[in-house]
């Protein structure tokens, strides 16, 4: 009885053992999936050793002196977008300084039109695979072109979000020149 005891005892370590390795290949190919399913959904597209961004728009949206006074000095306006990512290998020292990994940068100008639209936006494959979580993130920020000052003239919001959030969507970032009061007066 002693002897089939340790026999069951040895299969039931080889067993565990095995299940723990199937257990490790599955997270990996978890993230392969995840990958997948990201690619599949419409996040990105897969194309050669380029990753294509799915597309979106921001529309400005300014307060009357604003939009009176960039006219005025005939102003243009500047979407920006950074891309950026948590790294699978947190070691390096952009990582260490702002807690993520830039990919990508890209910015529409606007003279009369309010609605910037990004896309097709690539970056290389690489990069992507660098990351370890592949919904990137995303943040806009509008700005003054400074053709008539070299300072910024706006005060605007900011969008920051992740890619499978803004995927395909619009979105209204409202703004005003800086100091000038909040459009809403509460008494």
């Not at 949206?61 to 306006?77: C, F, G, Y």
Request: glycine share 6%.
């Amino acid at each position: 009885m002693n002897r089939y005891g340790t026999i069951l005892l040895v299969i039931a370590f080889f067993i565990s053992c095995s299940s723990d390795q199937r257990g490790a290949a599955d997270a990996a190919g978890d993230t392969t999936r995840s990958v997948q399913t990201a690619a599949a959904a419409g996040y990105v597209q897969i194309r050669g050793d380029s990753v294509l961004l799915p597309p979106f728009e921001i529309e400005v949206s300014l307060s009357t002196r604003a939009n009176a006074q960039l006219l005025r000095d005939k102003e243009s306006i500047i979407v920006a977008a950074w891309f950026s990512g948590k790294p699978i290998d947190t070691t390096s020292k952009e990582y260490a300084e702002s807690g993520e990994l830039f990919i990508k940068s890209w910015q529409v100008e606007l003279d009369s039109n309010r609605v910037a639209k990004f896309e097709g936006i690539r970056f290389s494959k690489a990069a992507y695979d660098s990351l370890a979580d592949k919904d990137i993130r995303v943040l806009v920020n509008v700005f003054s072109g400074r053709r008539s000052s070299p300072d910024n003239l706006l005060d605007c919001h900011i969008l920051s979000d992740k890619m499978s959030a803004v995927n395909n969507r619009t979105f209204v970032l409202t703004g005003k020149l800086i100091g000038e009061p909040d459009s809403l007066i509460i008494p």
